[in-house]
């Protein structure tokens, strides 16, 4: 026994050394196009064009960077063979999407850098199964949805960063989820809008960047929320006026407002934040300004880059500073003897008032203002009266009665007001001239109110009205004058209604509108030639998730429409047609529709002008040789992603690609794909593409396997040798389809013939019209 454990030992030491003498590259497995430190776990994949995550990385690596690369999508359990990451870059990737459960195995990742890449969207679950994640980064990507639950499975993360998205809005709740969140950048987006509960739940949160954004006035009801914030940025937002009592946060120590175009604010603002210590008002367009309540521990206030009047009425300001022992940075504006004086080195007696009639006069020389403005009795203008239970901004021209309990239409706004935000109450109905006095009306919010009638000439008076947001009422239909009255309405929102039929006469006023949001109503059918007449200048179209399954011939016809979604809706057929004279169309959705078959020419009537199609998700089985005819160098993105297809139409007319996304489809990888593959060859760009078939290549690149080696003597275009042209369209019976076969042989097998019955015959089918066929064949599979 003793001999046994002895040279049980002595193996065990040898193995031990034989393994640190092999190199890094020796020790594990590492994909030939990466660089692996082993000894680290480190593994880079840098600028290699890859097209997908290397299934060949040794599932012990910690640390991953595969920036530069093109993975376009990251699909279920992209990273299911290597569990132990803690750091994952994935920068420069060119990702659209993460696909829920993508990052499920990474229970240990801390680090996750997603910066650089074409994210539109976070979803529910793109997150799900990070667990351990403590830092997020997302600048630099196209979000502009966060939909609620995003994040509801990052509990430990401490750092979000969203810099340099196209956030617009942010919704109650968005950050749900994140319970021990301390640092959260918003910055350089285009966010004009914060609902109160937009960051509720954030209990850990302390530092916050809202910089570089269009926020028109203090959040005060959104920021009231965050109990924990001492960091606050929001300098580059145009808000013009602070209120009384706008800031209150209670820890609040340091305050960001340089370059937001401040004209005056409140003794007050701040009375709200008494744990204020550093405040920037640097580079506004502050002349005086009185002593602060509220901040007892102020050690520091930037007032540079003001056109601060050094005169008597800056006293107060001065001796507050010096008994409070507060910093002032800045230098005067005037008068000309002060003129570039520091505010710490000006003395009080220096702080003069000259004559009321030398004052008007230096101030008309010097600012060319008006007298008004130049007296140092000037105080803010008055605010304008308000609606009850309403708030009122005069000097940001905004006005909220956001989720008040009103039943009608408040009036009495101010007459200045341009941003009207109705949403969240119970209005039901909307009479005629609703909104009398809001001439200057740019942005009208009535989202979330119940609505299910609209009278004629509701709207009216509101002559500048550019945007309308009635998403998500109870409408069922628009009478023809319903816009009467708002003539230069360009954006229109009526997603998430229950109109059944499209508003073609309701339109008809609307000669200025450019976009109609459609999505998630009832509309079956388009079953109207020139339905897009009534607004002849319209340009995107946008119709996902109604019950589409009938569009009629020219029923989308127009010479403007450039952006049409049709995307999750019933169409079973490419509606060529329905688009016969859509002499401008670019970009065209279709993915989600139960199309299985497009048929030859689908395209042709939009092919001189069409520049992105997307048919993903679809169950697309088969597509003619000549579908895609008349599409050439104009076409710079095809995404046929999440199909059913084995093969694939003649693509080397498309010399204009940039994107071809084909992931997720079973390609049969033999002799007849080999057009695909040389065309592949001879593209400078990059393309998603997967074997399906036969097993042993599945999931494998079409570009990396082998098989096509041996096809090598046969011309793309012509029929292979050794097999024969099919007489119909009938798809080949592959594998997959001879397992289902055995269990469903009434799907893949001739039925035995009825008596009485003629057995039908595929020959008798004329081949010029495949189109018939595989209609037969649907119907057959469905």
Known sequence: ????????????????????????????????????????????????????????????????????????????????????????????????????????????????????????????????????????????????EIQPGAFTQLGVLNMLSLTHNQLVYMPNMAFQGLHNIKGLHLGYNSLNNLAPEAFAGLFTLTRLS????????FPTQTMTRLVEVTRL????????????????????????????????????????????????????????????????????????????????????????????????????????????????????????????????????????ESRERALPTAKPKERSKCPSNCDCNVEAQHATCENRGHTKVPRGFPSNTQLLDLRRNHFHFLPTKSFPGTGHVVSLHLEHCKIHEIDGSAFQGM?????????????????????????????????????????????????????????????????????????????????????????????????????????????????????????????????????????????????????????????????????LAGLGYGLTTLSLERNQLEGLPDLSPLIGLEVLNLAQNPLLCDCTLLPLRRWMENMTMKVTATCGHPPELWDQSVRDVHVFNNCSSISPGRPLKGLKTPKSIKPKLTLQKMTKAKAMPGRFQPKPTKPGRVKPNPKALPLKNPQALASRKDKKTL
Request: glycine share 6%.
């Open 1 to 144: 026994m003793w001999y046994a454990v002895n040279w049980s030992s002595a193996w065990l030491t040898w193995v031990f050394i034989l393994l640190d003498t092999l190199s890094p590259a020796q020790a594990g497995k590492c994909p030939k196009v990466c660089i692996c430190d082993n000894s680290k776990l480190i593994v880079a994949c840098i600028n290699k064009n890859l097209t997908q995550v290397p299934a060949t990385i040794d599932e012990i690596t910690v640390k991953l960077d595969l920036s530069k690369n093109d993975i376009q999508v990251l699909p279920v359990n992209a990273f299911l063979h290597t569990p132990h990451l803690t750091h994952l870059t994935l920068r420069r990737c060119n990702i659209r999407t993460i696909r829920e459960g993508a990052f499920r195995t990474l229970g240990r990742l801390v680090y996750l850098n997603l910066a650089n890449n074409n994210i539109e969207i976070l979803y529910q679950e793109s997150f799900d199964g990070l667990s351990s994640l403590k830092q997020l980064t997302l600048d630099h990507n196209r979000v502009e």
């Open 210 to 217: 809202l910089d570089h954004n269009e926020l028109q006035f």
């Open 233 to 368: 940025d929001l300098s580059y937002n145009p808000i013009t006026y602070l209120g009384e009592d706008a800031v209150s946060m209670p820890k609040l120590a340091y305050l960001y407002l340089d370059h937001i175009s401040l004209q005056d604010l409140s003794d007050t603002a701040m009375s709200q934040a008494p744990l204020l210590s550093h405040l920037d008002l640097s580079h506004n367009q502050l002349r005086y300004m009185e002593p602060l309540s509220g901040p007892k521990e102020l050690a520091r206030l930037n007032l540079t880059g003001n056109p601060i009047n050094c005169n008597c009425y800056l006293r107060p300001l001065k001796e507050w500073a010096k008994k409070g022992k507060v910093k002032l940075l800045g230098v005067c504006a005037g008068p000309p003897h002060l003129t570039d004086e520091s505010l710490e080195a000006v003395g009080p007696l220096e702080l003069r008032c000259r004559s009321r009639e030398d004052m008007i006069k230096e101030e008309f020389e010097e600012h060319e």
């Open 463 to 627: 002559k500048a009205l550019v945007y309308l947001y009635l998403s998500d009422n109870d409408l069922t239909s628009l009478s023809p004058g319903t816009f009467t009255g708002a003539p230069e309405l360009t954006y229109l929102h009526l997603e998430g209604n229950w109109l059944a039929t499209f508003p073609g006469a309701a339109l008809a006023p609307l000669s200025s509108l450019l976009v109609l949001h459609l999505e998630r109503n009832t509309m079956s059918k388009l079953d109207q030639e020139g339905l897009l007449s009534s607004v002849p200048k319209l340009r995107g179209l946008y119709l996902t998730n109604n019950t589409l399954s009938i569009i009629a011939p020219g029923a989308l016809n127009s010479a403007h429409l450039d952006t049409l979604h049709l995307g999750s809706n019933l169409l079973s057929e490419v509606p060529t047609d329905g688009l016969s004279k859509a002499s401008s169309l670019a970009k065209l959705h279709l993915s989600g529709n139960p199309i299985r078959w497009v048929g030859p020419k689908a395209f042709l009537p939009v092919s001189k002008c069409l520049k992105q199609l997307y048919m993903d998700e679809m169950g697309l089985e088969k597509m003619s040789q000549d579908s």
